[in-house]
C-alpha cells in the first residue's frame, strides 16, 4: 500500500520569499510517480510538477521545484518569489508505474498563505 | 480546448436518495477517474475507467458505481445516500498513450454533494 504524508496542515510566507511544502511518502515499489497539486478555493486540482523515480535530475517548472530525495523517502516542494495568487491547498500525491492505471494516493494536504 | 467539465456544480439530497454526476473529458483522453474529497482531507480514489472498462476500484461500498459511455465521459452514481457521503466529487482525466510520461491527471472543479 501506498501513503504519502504531510505534517505541515498551515504555512505562512511573505510575498517574494521561498517556501519549502514537506511530503513524505512510503511504498514498496520501485517505480512511481510523485505529483504535486495546488487546490484553490474554486475547488479545481491543478497539477504543478512531477518527479519520476528513475529520474536523476530534481524536477522543475517555473517557480516551483521538488526537492526530492528517494533514500529519505521525501518530495519537498519548493515555491520560489512567492506570489499572493499562490494561497491555496497544496497536496504530494504519489502513483505506482503500472500500465494505464491512473489511481493517485493524496496526502492530506498543506494551506498556504501568502502575505503581503 | 475545453478542460474537463462536471455537473451539476453544486447540489443538495436527503438521506437514502440517490445521485448521478456527469463528467466529460478533455478531448482525446480516454482515461477518466473519479475521487471523492471530504472537507479537510485529500481526495481519495473511487474508480478509474480506460476505454469503457473499469481499471480500477478503490475502498468504496457497492452504493457507488460507476460507466463510461462510448464518447469517453463518465457518470458516477451513489445510490442509499448517507450523511458521510457529502463531499466534492472530483473527476480527472488522462491520456493514456506512448508519450504519456508522468500520466498527469487533469481535474474537473468537482460536484459539491450536500447530504441532509
Known amino acids: 500500500a501506498q501513503k504519502i504524508t504531510q505534517t505541515q496542515p498551515g504555512m505562512f510566507v511573505q510575498e517574494k520569499e521561498a517556501v519549502t511544502l514537506d511530503c513524505t511518502y512510503d511504498?514498496?515499489?520501485?517505480?512511481?510517480?510523485l505529483f504535486w497539486y495546488k487546490q484553490p478555493s474554486s475547488g479545481e486540482m491543478i497539477f504543478l510538477i512531477y518527479?519520476?523515480?528513475?529520474?536523476?535530475q530534481n524536477a522543475t517548472e517555473g517557480r516551483y521545484s521538488l526537492n526530492f530525495q528517494k533514500a529519505r523517502k521525501s518530495a519537498n516542494l519548493v515555491i520560489s518569489a512567492s506570489q499572493l495568487g499562490d494561497s491555496a491547498m497544496y497536496f504530494c500525491a504519489m502513483r505506482a508505474a503500472s500500465g494505464s492505471a491512473r489511481q493517485l494516493t493524496f496526502g492530506s494536504g498543506t494551506q498556504l498563505t501568502v502575505l503581503p | 480546448d475545453a478542460g474537463v467539465t462536471q455537473s451539476p456544480t453544486h447540489l443538495i439530497k436527503t438521506r437514502g436518495q440517490q445521485v448521478t454526476l456527469r463528467c466529460s473529458p478533455i478531448?482525446?483522453?480516454?482515461?477518466v477517474s473519479w475521487y471523492q474529497q471530504v472537507l479537510g482531507q485529500g481526495p481519495q480514489f473511487i474508480f478509474q475507467?480506460?476505454?469503457?472498462?473499469?481499471?480500477g476500484r478503490g475502498n468504496f461500498p457497492d452504493r457507488f458505481s460507476a460507466r463510461q459511455f462510448p464518447n469517453y465521459s463518465s457518470e458516477l452514481n451513489v445510490n442509499a445516500l448517507l450523511l458521510g457521503d457529502s463531499a466534492l466529487y472530483l473527476c480527472?482525466?488522462?491520456?493514456?498513450?506512448?508519450?504519456?510520461?508522468?500520466?498527469?491527471?487533469?481535474f474537473g472543479e468537482g460536484s459539491r454533494l450536500t447530504v441532509l
Open positions: 518527479q519520476g523515480s528513475y529520474d536523476e
Open positions: 475507467y480506460y476505454e469503457k472498462e473499469e481499471r
Open positions: 480527472a482525466s488522462s491520456f493514456v498513450g506512448g508519450q504519456d510520461r508522468t500520466g498527469e491527471l487533469f
Open positions: 511504498t514498496s515499489d520501485q517505480s512511481y510517480g
Open positions: 478531448s482525446g483522453h480516454k482515461s
